[in-house]
């Protein structure tokens, strides 16, 4: 019978990797119910738990799972747990021309305001009863504006293939800091299988994230998360997927700066042309002009990731 997994980690870890001690074994089909620090090592009570830097909670270790393989993880629950996050100040330079970089205001705001020797950080208030999120911006009381809150996680993916310890910073096949907004609460995330056990970590969560991450964050904060795995023998994935009720996604998942927004285009479009031919049906030429008639393109990280959406009316 499955099983439910309640688990809270008391080491954090900043990597994907297989070397780590497995905080808890699941088997398919289990439930893991467990906690995420925010970006800066913060839990829901303030509480300094890790070094800044995307701390993942994990290693899930999923019996059955080879190489080879694939899982899916539902969330069952992505909640908010505390009345406060945080933001940068000032979108990133890469976000804007040029021309116009020097005429940007500057990123020095208060120092100390969110976090020790940082100067660049806006705070924000989260109403967990009314589920709205509003910057903290004193200075200008008439512009502050308030947002229905989108939880996400920035952060799920498995130890990659090989000795490849990537950081919780990049992206990449195996998953990592995706930073996608439509990993949320009832979204399902397709990840390929590395390593015996896949060595499956989620962290990062976001109370809400405009499309592309142009602040190079979102709304950073602790997570409470509930999730299901699920296990497919033989089905090897070449990139991470996310089914919503909606949608199917390809991802093309890079890391930012490595190469172009087109070869994350490139990447998600290929994925999908092969999802819907192998798991659809499709033949080669409904399958492209399926893309080419209902296809949604997401930026998903500015100078990093595209993802690609097909709406699941049109797969029957």
């Given at each position: 019978m499955p099983q439910t997994h309640e688990i809270v980690a008391t080491t954090y870890y900043r990597t994907f990797s297989k070397s780590y001690p497995v905080l808890a074994t699941v088997a398919p089909g289990d439930t893991v119910i467990t906690k995420t620090l925010d970006s800066g090592g913060q839990d829901l009570h303030g509480e300094h738990l890790h070094e800044t830097g995307n701390p993942l909670t994990g290693p899930f270790y999923v019996e059955g799972a080879e190489p080879g393989d694939s899982?899916?993880?539902?969330?069952?629950?992505?909640?908010l747990n505390r009345d406060w996050g945080y933001t940068s100040v000032r979108l990133g330079l890469v976000a804007l021309t040029p021309e116009h970089v020097a005429e940007v205001f500057s990123d020095d705001y208060k120092m100390d305001l969110v976090r020790k020797d940082r100067s660049d950080l806006l705070p924000w208030d989260i109403d967990l009863d009314r589920n709205v999120v509003s910057a903290r911006y004193p200075e200008s009381p008439g512009q502050v504006r308030e947002f229905a809150a989108q939880p996400m996680l920035g952060c799920i993916g498995v130890a990659p293939e090989g000795d490849f310890t990537p950081t919780s910073g990049p992206s990449g096949s195996y998953g990592g800091n995706i930073d996608y907004n439509m990993i949320r609460e009832g979204s399902v995330v397709h990840l390929p299988v590395s390593q015996s056990g896949a060595y499956l970590y989620v962290g990062d969560g976001h109370a809400l994230q405009g499309d592309g991450e142009p602040l190079g964050n979102g709304i950073e904060t602790s997570m409470d998360v509930e999730f299901v795995v699920t296990l497919h023998k033989g089905r090897a994935l070449t990139m991470p997927r996310v089914e919503t009720d909606d949608y199917i996604i390809?991802?093309?998942?890079?890391?930012?700066?490595?190469?172009?927004?087109?070869?994350?285009?490139?990447?998600?479009?290929?994925?999908?042309?092969?999802?819907?031919?192998a798991d659809y049906g499709f033949e080669d030429w409904a399958a492209h002009t399926l893309v080419g008639m209902v296809g949604q393109f997401d930026v998903v990280t500015v100078a990093g990731s595209m993802a690609l959406r097909i709406p699941k009316e049109h797969l029957g």
């Open positions: 899982i899916s993880v539902e969330l069952k629950k992505v909640r390809s991802l093309g998942s890079q890391p930012e700066f490595a190469s172009s927004l087109n070869r994350g285009l490139q990447l998600a479009t290929t994925d999908m042309v092969k999802w819907l031919a």
